[in-house]
T-cell receptor
């Protein structure tokens, strides 16, 4: 069975600090996809990144970067030089071939960036 | 041009009522979903349809019935609403299981 764990329920930082959101997943499948979604206070779910299980290259997009390590089943998300607008709930999610099209979400991490 | 749109955005109703939430996607995707987000922000899949065919039906009370009249629409009908049904319901769509899901803006259902 697939499972995603985001151990950090809440994180609070001061603007311009770097922050890393942890994500650990469990799956028996060799083919799977990992995702990060952002849910700002307005409530919508915004896609951030998708990574497949065969691509362990780290990715950087502006101030955002992702570290995928199969050896530790982790897909961590780092925001560099955080801004107040980064305040949101961030969800890590897993989709595996054996389970069809469902996304299994972690519990989410509430990030608060204070000015 | 909203990719995935749900109506209504807010729904307040009394216990025992029957209500529907509508969802439409204009992305040409084959797969549509309903997710429920509870008060603790936990997101869980309820249903998934692929080309109008039900492919995922999680452990959901049978008071919840999805209906997909065509590939672009997936509606959620809820009978005999209970207080515990209060949540935010998200519709989503994707092309295949490997691709990212596009979510609607959510429907906040409050049962009083």
């Amino acid at each position: 069975a697939q499972k995603v764990t985001q151990a950090q329920t809440e994180i609070s930082v001061v603007e311009k600090e770097d922050v890393t959101l942890d994500c650990v997943y469990e799956t028996r499948d060799t083919t799977y996809y990992l995702f990060w979604y952002k849910q700002p206070p307005s409530g919508e779910l915004v896609f951030l990144i998708r990574r497949n299980s065969f691509d362990e290259q780290n990715e950087i997009s502006g101030r955002y970067s992702w570290n995928f390590q199969k050896s530790t089943s982790s897909f961590n998300f780092t925001i560099t030089a955080s801004q107040v607008v980064d305040s949101a709930v961030y969800f890590c999610a897993l989709s595996e071939e054996a389970s069809g099209s469902r996304l299994t979400f972690g519990e989410g991490t509430q990030l608060t960036v204070n000015p | 041009d909203t990719a995935v749109s749900q109506t209504p955005k807010y729904l307040v109703t009394q216990m025992g009522n029957d209500k529907s939430i509508k969802c439409e996607q204009n992305l040409g995707h084959d797969t549509m979903y309903w997710y429920k987000q509870d008060s603790k922000k936990f997101l869980k899949i309820m249903f998934s349809y692929n080309n109008k065919e039900l492919i995922i039906n999680e452990t959901v009370p049978n008071r919840f019935s999805p209906k997909s009249p065509d590939k672009a629409h997936l509606n959620l009908h809820i009978n005999s609403l209970e207080l515990g049904d209060s949540a935010v319901y998200f519709c989503a769509s994707s092309q295949v299981w490997t691709s990212k899901a596009f979510f609607g803006q959510g429907t906040r259902l409050t049962v009083v």
